[in-house]
Each structure stands twice: as C-alpha cells, then as structure tokens.
C-alpha cells in the first residue's frame, strides 16, 4: 500500500479501508505468521467494545437471548457486505445465518472473525459452559484446522451458519448510571441477578477491563499456543530421531541376522543346536562355524561388551576376523584375532570367546578368552563336567596373546559338549537368586536319553520359567553339540543310499536316504543326495522341501538351485522355475544346462524376445554348443506377437 494510507492506519483505528486492501493485508501477513487466533480475539472485543450501543436507553434490562435477537443490527454497522439472521431452536440454543451479498466472496478469515465476536458474547455475559461451532460454510476448506472451529462442518454449502447453545442460568445486562466522576457512564455495564426473584446483587463491568483481560489472556493464549508449538516441533524432532534409529536398528538387526547361523548343519555326525535369546533388537552375542575343508570344523560363541548398534559391529568384525584366521590351533586364531580388535577398535570394545576345532577323529581342540567355560556330558558315565581351561578377553591387552592354550576333548558317540554366554547363568528369578552352573550341570544330566535339541530346549524353557517376571539384564546363547550315538547306522544307509543312486534305482535310494536323514536331520551331504533322488522319483514336492531346507544353509551348489528349478517346472511354478535356474546359471556360469532350461521355460511361456536373449548368451559361452540350433528352430516356431 502507499506510505498515507499505511500511516492513517497505524494512527486512527477507525480508517476505513476497503475491502480489496483488508484481503491484501491479511493474506500478505497470514504467509509468514498464523493470524487466526489474533483474528478470533479481534472479532471477541469487537463484539465487546459495541455491545453497550445494543443496550436499551433506560435502567431496563435484557437477557443473553435479547442481545442475540440484538446482534444483527452491529453486524449491519460493521459491514455491508454481510447479513445476520437469527435462528433460536430453544431458550439456550441459537443458529446465526450470515448471508453475503452475491457479489462478495466470503474469506475464510470471515469464518474466525465471526466465531470469534459469538464468543464475545460468552465473555459479556460470563457464560462458563457453553459451545460454539461452525456447521455449514460456503467455502470448501478454511485455512486454520477445521476441529478448532467445528467438528463437523459442511462445506460448499448454501449458507454459512454458526451454533450456539449453553447450560448456565440466566444473567441480565444494562445501562449503567453511575454518576462517580471517575466513572464514565459510556463504558460501563451492570449484570444483576439470575432471576427476578432473588435480590439483586450487583456488580461492575468496565468494557474496558473486559477487552484488557481479554487482550491479556489472548496474549497468554498465543504464548501457550507457541510453547505447545515449540514442545510439538521437538517431540516431532524426537519421533524422527526415534524412527531413525529404530531404522538404523533394523537394518543392524538384519545384518547381524545375516551374520548368526540360524542352524548350525550336521557335520560328520556331530549335530548342533542352539538357543539364542537377545537382550535388545540387535545382540552382543554371537555364535558361528568355521568350515576347514574336509577335516575339521571351527565352532565359535562370543559374548560382545555392552549392546545395541556397538556390539553388534564387534559381532560383524569377529565373524570376519574368524573366517580370515582359520589357524590349526585355537590359541593362534585367538592371539591373531586380538592384535586386530586393538587395531580396529582401539580398545573401545572387547569380546570374551570360547573356540573350538573339532577334527574328523572326534577329537576337539579349544581355547578360552575370559569365557564361562565348556560343559562335557559323557554319555557312558551320565555325568556333566565343567571343562578346564582360562585366558584374557579379546581385544584390550596387547599382551593377552600370552595367556591363550590349547586344550583337548576326545568325543564317543552320545557326548555331548555345550557353551554358553554368562548371561545364562548369571540370570537371576524373582527374588535374586541367579540361575548358576549347578542348575545347569543338573538340567543336562536329567536329559541324558534326549537328543541335543530336545536337551537345548529344555534347558531354555527350564531357564525361561526360572526368570519369569523378570526384566532381561544380558544377551543369552546356549549352543550344544552331539556327536550321533547312531552313527554307525548312519555311515551304513548312506553308503547303500549312494550305491542305489549311483545305479540309478532312484526309489531305492530314496529309501535309505529317508532313514538316514532320520538320524541326522541336517547333514548336508545326504540331504542333496536325498533331495536329488526324490526328484528323479518324481516325487517333486517333498524333494522341494528337501532342496529348500538344503539351500537355507547358503552352501552355494548350483546343483540344488538346478534340480529345484526342475521340480518347480514340472509343478508348474514357473516364476519359481525361472529364478532358481537364473541363481544356478550365476554359480556356475560355464554350465550351459540351465540356460538351455531357461530356453524352453520361455519358449513355453511363448516369451520369445527372452528365448532369444538366452541363446544369444549360449552362442557368446559356447557356439558349439548342440542344443543350440535346434532351439534357434523352435524359437523361430514362436509368434511374433508374442515378443
């Protein structure tokens, strides 16, 4: 605007503007500030400030209902643009109707500045339980939310419409005639008494006391409005925060669950079990093997200082530092192990571990760094013994290395060996007994006749109940050990299983290979072998069973994603199909038998654009290849508008 109309602004409070100007101004400032509660409490004390021109010329008195009726003649004064009709539905419940002239488009700074003079006759008339809310407007949204001004509120209606109802009793209002020279009589108001009955007690209304307390509480209101804005914006700061960390924390979850074995596999008839219970979402506790070819296995359980994101990086470098120092003795892995956690983790961090190389004899080897030690069951005696053995932690003294030895076990069929974190027995029940060694040698005598999974699941069960009503203090792992008591049955039904299979009498194998998976569920070997001859069996859905549990254990044989691929072909899963000869073809690239099933894959699925793509790569690996013309022929059979 120009600087005379901006100055006769700032000076006379009475300047007319236009209506143009006024859209300008309040939309110019409602960009960089919300206005709407200066709007509702400007449209308060305009009501308040003109209600006294309503009163009646003499001492008579009226009642809320007779302002309302009253109302639209200040409406009629301070706009032209807009009419008010009254709607009373009872004594204490009343509509306004405002009606805009066609040619004025209704603002929806009109909506809060008109509730806001309605509320204005609450503060005159001092009513303490009442309601005021928008029901219908012209308009179809407002630019404050719509809950601060109504409920439910039809928009894009035909008339723009307010109610108003209330509980308190009657109060009355009128001139005052007070004659105290400090008084002036054009600012004064009385309220009388709630009927006309009782005596009347009456008190002083200064209007403009009323407008300064409103004013006052208008500004309090707008401070408390900004504190509740500012306490919003840091829990929304805070709810971010969380969810990203509750983010970083999944995703360290599922890292670390990529890192932890869910099933350790049978290894040479020794069979495992674990049972793994963290403390929060992502663990200080690890456990791993370590295959060394043929002829031995590594077995490792870590216990992580601390929790959360740090322990479980720690958990993420030992599985490296592990697989990198696959050393024929224990107590070297341990000591290589240690120079690198000081280098990596400058000794913010360190792990306490028991290691163990079990060689093919049965013989296990194993070394302690600050670990509860291992548990020996001895299948002949019944009796569980702790094992020997003591050393430093990992990864905080650099002459620990010094303290590490090796010590041996040699297995007999039934034995079992467990380790554990101390989180197991320094667990504590209700009353603050911790659950202990004593408790936990007990417990795996009781299990002599079970299997390892039985007696692991026992034990965590039995520990479960022990520590119930409890809150968790630490990470807990249980992992156990079996070297079969069937082993013997089992070299027997495999050797005859191969025989059978080598002869190609498929069901035969079969056979065997089911008893023999009886006696170890997860020995990789047999499991393949079993998995292939159901497959040659045609008995297509238990070998995918078979082959699925198989690659579950990521051991990377192209030649179980190609015979699952095939069992999925003939069950008609082709997408399945599909992705399993694609994840076979990218293990072996050099073996063309998948690509040429991909080949007639798409050619069934008359996808002849693929088809062609795949022979294209067959002639790029090996233009010899065979099969390759006759497939160009019946690539050539496809339809064209099946590309």
Known sequence: MDDVTYTRILKDPNYWISQVLEDKIIQEISLSLDISGILYHVGTEALITNAYDLLPLDDSRIDLMEMIHRLPILIGRLTRAVYLNIKPVSTKRVKFVFIYLPEYQEKWYDAVFFQGMLNGLAVLFALKEFQIQMTKTKLFGIHVSHKELGESIEFGSDANEYEMKWNDEVLYLSRSHLTKENVSSRHKVMVTSRSETELEEMSIVDVR?????????????????????????????????????????????????????????????????????????????????????????????????????????????????????????????????????????????YTTCVYLLIHSDYKVVYSIAGHPRPILFRQKTGKAEICEGEGTFLGMFPDAGDTYRDLHIQLEPGDKLFLYTDGLTEAEDDKGNAFGETKLLQLIEECASLSIQETVELIMNQHREYTMGTDAMDDITLLGLQLSPKLEDFRVLQREGDNA??????????????????????????????????????????????????????????????????????????????????????????????????????RKLNQKQKMKDVIEKMKHIEATYLHILPLEKKWEQLPDESI
């Open 209 to 349: 006391d009323v407008v300064g307390k409103s004013r006052e509480l208008a500004i309090e209101n707008r401070d408390l409005e900004a504190a509740v804005e500012v306490l919003k914006s840091f829990k929304q700061e805070l709810e971010k925060k969380q969810l990203s960390m509750a983010k970083d924390l999944r995703l360290a979850k599922n890292i670390q669950k990529g890192l932890i074995p869910e099933i350790i596999p049978d290894w040479n008839g020794i069979q495992f079990w674990t049972g793994f219970s963290p403390m929060q979402e992502v663990s200080g506790d690890y456990y791993d093997y370590f295959p060394y070819h043929t002829d031995k296995l590594g077995v490792a359980v870590c216990d992580v200082s601390g929790h959360g994101v740090p322990a479980a990086f720690i958990t993420a470098l030992s599985k490296m530092l592990f697989s990198n120092f696959k050393k024929p003795k224990p107590s070297e892995t341990f000591k290589l192990i240690n120079r690198e956690l000081l280098d990596l983790v400058k000794q913010q961090g």
């Open 501 to 602: 299979y080598q002869k190609k009498e498929y069901k035969k194998a079969v056979t065997f290979y089911r008893e023999a998976h009886q006696i170890l569920p997860r020995e990789l070997t047999t499991q393949l072998a079993y998995g292939k001859a159901l497959a040659y069996s045609g008995e297509y859905e238990k070998a995918v069973g078979m082959l699925e549990s198989y690659n579950k254990f990521k051991t990377n044989h192209f030649k179980s994603h190609a015979i699952l691929g095939y069992c999925y072909y003939q069950l008609e899963l082709y997408e399945k199909a599909e992705l399993e000869w694609k994840k076979a073809y990218s293990i072996n690239d050099s073996n063309l038998s998948n690509l040429y099933n991909l080949a007639h894959l798409y």
